[in-house]
């Protein structure tokens, strides 16, 4: 196996964000970069297999994060859609395509990839405050719309069989309100779904355009389907070179990987 730019014994770059929630972990990865995205290996500690990467150099940086996490990891084929992937048994050949997952066993953990959309992950606890399940989301703005932050809640309430108000949710490193630029569409599918969401909106002068808060448009998702423990939020991936963003990447004319934000319920927990 060619590993010219991570080997099984370095360190993955791994941030110090994440909810501090009993019985559960959650890590993300970075970039690796060192100041700059002009940096060799061009593709810094990108997870994805889908951005012109080595597919062996992803799969060896792959191992190094699942041995982190401590259990085999359920990677996805994200297509902006709101499917969630139930994760009944380890991970197999075949990857799902779904933008969501939920994982009930302390077997396997659960993975987003993103660079500049927002990665959600969520962990429900029963009435003893014991976690009982997690799930991890995928939100573009495509997802948001569609529902795929609720489909994930509803998914592992269901499965733990604990009411969506014993869900606690975090949100981790996405595009920055005065960095995701949208149209006049994106504005409206938004606030044709709630008033409220017209908040998350600000116009840029004499363009047509709109800055949106990709956080606060998920705060009002989550908060609507009744989850009223919110976390994270507050980062830029298009101007904090700690992660991958897909709009820097192309102003930059440089190649954008994917950095994983990844959760699992620890054994201690599981029922």
């Known amino acids: 196996m060619k590993m010219t730019s991570t ?12 909810p501090n929630w009993p019985g ?12 700059s995205e002009h940096a060799s290996p061009p593709y810094g500690f990108n997870l994805g297999t889908h951005v012109g990467d080595c597919l062996a150099d992803v799969e060896v940086r792959r ?53 500049d959309c927002l990665p959600v992950v969520y962990a429900a606890f029963n009435d003893a405050g014991v976690a009982v399940g997690v799930a991890a989301a995928h939100a573009g703005w495509r997802g948001l719309v569609g529902g795929v932050l609720q489909a994930s809640a509803q998914s592992l ?5 604990v009411p969506v108000q014993n869900i606690k949710a975090w949100m981790g490193p ?4 005065q960095s995701f630029e949208v149209g006049a569409e994106v504005r409206d599918a938004f606030v044709q779904q709630h008033a409220l969401n017209l ?3 600000a116009p ?49 004319a440089v190649p954008s990987g994917r950095f994983a934000t990844m ?9």
Not at 93 to 107: F, G, K, L, R
Not at 174 to 177: D, L, N, R, S, Y
């Open 174 to 177: 996405a595009i920055g309100p």
């Open 204 to 252: 840029v002068a004499q363009s047509g355009k709109y800055l949106a808060d990709i956080y606060g448009l998920a705060r009002n998702a989550l908060t609507q389907q009744g989850i009223s423990h919110v976390e994270g939020g507050g980062l830029d991936t298009f101007t904090d070179l700690r992660w991958f963003s897909h709009r820097r990447g192309q102003q930059l």
């Open 24 to 35: 559960v972990k959650v890590a993300v990865t970075q970039t690796g970069f060192q100041g």
């Open 157 to 161: 309430a269901t499965r733990c069989a």
């Open 63 to 115: 191992a190094v994060v699942q041995a982190h996490m401590g259990a085999p990891i359920v990677w996805l084929n994200q297509v902006h859609g709101c499917d969630v992937h139930v994760a009944n048994s380890l991970p197999g050949e075949v990857v799902p395509d779904a933008d969501a997952s939920v994982c009930t066993h302390a077997q396997a953990s659960l993975a987003i990839m993103t660079a």
């Open 7 to 18: 080997s099984l014994s370095d360190l993955p770059p791994i941030s110090a964000l994440g």
């Open 263 to 271: 959760i699992r319920l620890l054994p201690s927990q599981a029922a």
């Open 199 to 201: 908040s998350c909106f």
